[in-house]
T-cell receptor
């Protein structure tokens, strides 16, 4: 069965410092990995994805993520955090089944960036 | 705005009533998904449409739930005889391929 773990309920970081939001996954076959962000009372917004190719993927708003197959991880990173990055972040995994991908989400990590 | 839209944004209903939600996907997307998100959790998959065909339903989708996508355009999700446990955010997403999905703002359901 596919699963995603986000081991931290909340991550606190000072503005200007680097941030990391952790994600590990379990999936049979090659994983498709995604990060989404959710602001209050809004839907999920796509940040970035790993399908194949380079292990370091770059996405929106200066975020990037590193795919590590041996550690089954896909941590989200940003070199310099902004207060406006404060939100709920979800990691998701899927594998193609029947020509479509059903996303399995982690429980989410709340990122708080302090001025 | 050409994103995914959902209506209504909020719905308060009494237990036992029926409710229906609507999702309008991005126009060229033939794949449409419904998810449910409860407080403190990530979204959980409910059902998937490719064009008008409903290809998968989660075990979370009890007999009280039904979804349609007539003509492969908008989709509706109906919950009959609502229960307090149905209170959640219902999210719709659409996709042109089997890669990233684009989510709507969600419909927040409160069953009293």
């Amino acid at each position: 069965a596919q699963s995603v773990a986000q081991p931290e309920d909340q991550v606190n970081v000072a503005e200007g410092n680097p941030l990391t939001v952790k994600c590990t996954y379990s999936v049979s076959g090659n994983p498709y990995l995604f990060w989404y962000v959710q602001y209050p009372n809004r839907g999920l917004q796509f940040l970035l994805k790993y399908i194949t190719g380079d292990n370091l993927v770059k996405g929106s708003y200066g975020f990037e993520a590193e795919f590590n197959k041996s550690q089954t991880s896909f941590h989200l990173k940003k070199p310099s955090a902004l207060v406006s990055d404060s939100a709920l972040y979800f990691c998701a995994v899927s594998s193609i089944s029947g020509g479509y991908n059903k996303l399995i989400f982690g429980a989410g990590t709340r990122l708080a960036v302090h001025p | 705005d050409t994103g995914v839209s959902q209506d209504p944004r909020h719905k308060i209903t009494k237990r036992g009533q029926n409710v229906t939600f609507r999702c309008d996907p991005i126009s060229e997307h033939n794949r449409l998904y419904w998810y449910r998100q409860t407080l403190g959790q990530g979204p959980e998959f409910l059902t998937y449409f490719q064009n008008e065909a409903q290809l998968e339903k989660s075990r979370l989708l009890s007999d009280r739930f039904s979804a349609e996508r007539p003509k492969g355009s908008f989709s509706t999700l109906e919950i009959q005889r609502t229960e307090q446990g149905d209170s959640a955010m219902y999210l719709c997403a659409s996709s042109p391929t089997h890669h990233e999905q684009y989510f709507g703002p969600g419909t927040r359901l409160t069953v009293t």
